[in-house]
């Protein structure tokens, strides 16, 4: 099996948060930064980085560059919720996760490959997770390694998607300057560029002696593997999921309350099936309603046995909804499982009828992936109607 690693990237990540959160900043140059004197910028908008704003820069320089930029103090608890969700979807598309900061994952897809016709069509199906759940945008690289599917990511940004394919690695690097290389600072580049070496191309053409001679030993092997697209880390997993919810946010407020029950079942059924896919039951189900108001409501039940059944862990949150008064609009629903464990044991099981449930359950898992998401739609709801 060919390794293939896929990094996501959010584009433009604290300034898109703040646009999709103020729509009047749509389109805007938007810079967030602190904003005393000696404040530097966290990161510009695509609109503002056309004027020379970038990261790191301070914020008097970008103002001089930038006079009429809509200049916005970071709101990080916005940032840290956005990035939640970017990385709980994230992981839904990866064997091997690896959270990389607020916005940026590395993820092993290398045996994914059965779930998706192209490589293509697995980084437009993240992007189009994470723009409908979180209004935001990811450039996507995919590439037989860390080291290039980091560059891949960047290479089209913004809403960009890459892919390098084995056999193009020399070819892509060839032209890219030296700093490009992954461990490559600024010391490093210019005793890099005094030596001659310009461009990656040039590693690539002299010998490791050179190399080794002039870095020594462990950096001189490092990079010139690397000038050839030779990369051998692992995506390192952190494989302990605490919890695992499902949420949207609504184009119109929901009124009524079957709409509203509706969704819930909706969101019961992913969750559901994201727990039977990572082999966990889930013994705590919380459901958070946000209404028009902003004001949130949060309401958990425990219940006695695991589980990760749609009807089960969509009976417990329509139980919790009965207990949040409706008196406005609702702007958002969120049905989450935690408190996991180990899924329930064939066999072993005292009720009969729950494992028989497992079972209906796992079969249609495994036809919904090799036939995609519709294929049981339909039948499951009229399912799921009759038995209620
Ligand atoms: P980046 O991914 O480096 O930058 P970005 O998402 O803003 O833009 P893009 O990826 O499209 O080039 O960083 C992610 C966030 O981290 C960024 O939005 C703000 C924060 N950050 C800082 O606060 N200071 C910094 O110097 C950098 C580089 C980022
Ligand atoms: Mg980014």
Known sequence: MKR??????????????????????????????????????????????????????????????????????????????????????????????????????????????????TLGAIGRAIKKEIKEKTELIASVGIAPNKFLAKMASDMKKPDGLCIIPYGKEKGILRPLPVRRLWGVGKVTEEKLIRAGFHIIGDIQDAPESALTGLLGENQ??????????????????????????????????????????RQIAMHS???????????????????????????TITRARSLDDGTSLQEEIC??????????????????????ASNLGPPI???????????????????????QEKFGKKALQKGFWVESEDKT
Request: glycine fraction near 8%; proline fraction near 4%; charge should be negative.
């Open 315 to 336: 009976e417990n949150a329509l139980l919790l909804l009965k207990k949040i008064p409706i008196h406005e609009g609702v702007r958002l629903i969120g049905v989450t």
């Open 4 to 117: 293939w690693i896929m990094h996501v990237d959010m584009d433009a990540f604290f300034a898109s948060v703040e646009q999709r959160d103020h729509p009047e900043l749509k389109g805007t140059p938007v810079i967030v930064g602190g904003l005393s004197k000696r404040g530097v910028v966290a990161t510009a908008s695509y609109e503002a980085r056309k004027f020379g704003v970038h990261s790191a820069m301070p914020i008097s320089k970008a103002r001089e560059l930038c006079p009429n930029g809509n200049f916005v103090v970071p709101r990080f608890d916005a940032y840290k919720e956005a990035s939640d969700k970017v990385h709980e979807i994230m992981l839904h598309y990866a064997d091997t996760y690896e959270p990389i900061s607020l916005d940026e994952a590395f993820l092993d897809i290398s045996g994914m490959g059965s779930h998706y016709p």
């Open 220 to 261: 001189g092997h490092m990079l010139k593997r690397l000038s050839v697209g030779l990369d051998d880390r692992p995506v390192e997993g952190d494989r302990s999921i605490k919890s695992i919810g499902d949420e949207s946010t609504y184009e119109k407020d929901l009124t009524g309350l079957s709409e509203i029950e």
């Open 269 to 295: 059924d992913i969750v559901a099936q994201r727990l039977r896919k990572h082999e966990l039951t889930a013994r705590t189900i919380t459901l958070k309603i946000r209404f028009s108001s902003f004001k």
């Open 345 to 367: 044991s064939m066999g072993s099981l005292f009720d009969d009828n729950k494992e028989k449930r497992n079972r209906a359950a796992r079969a249609m898992d495994e036809i």
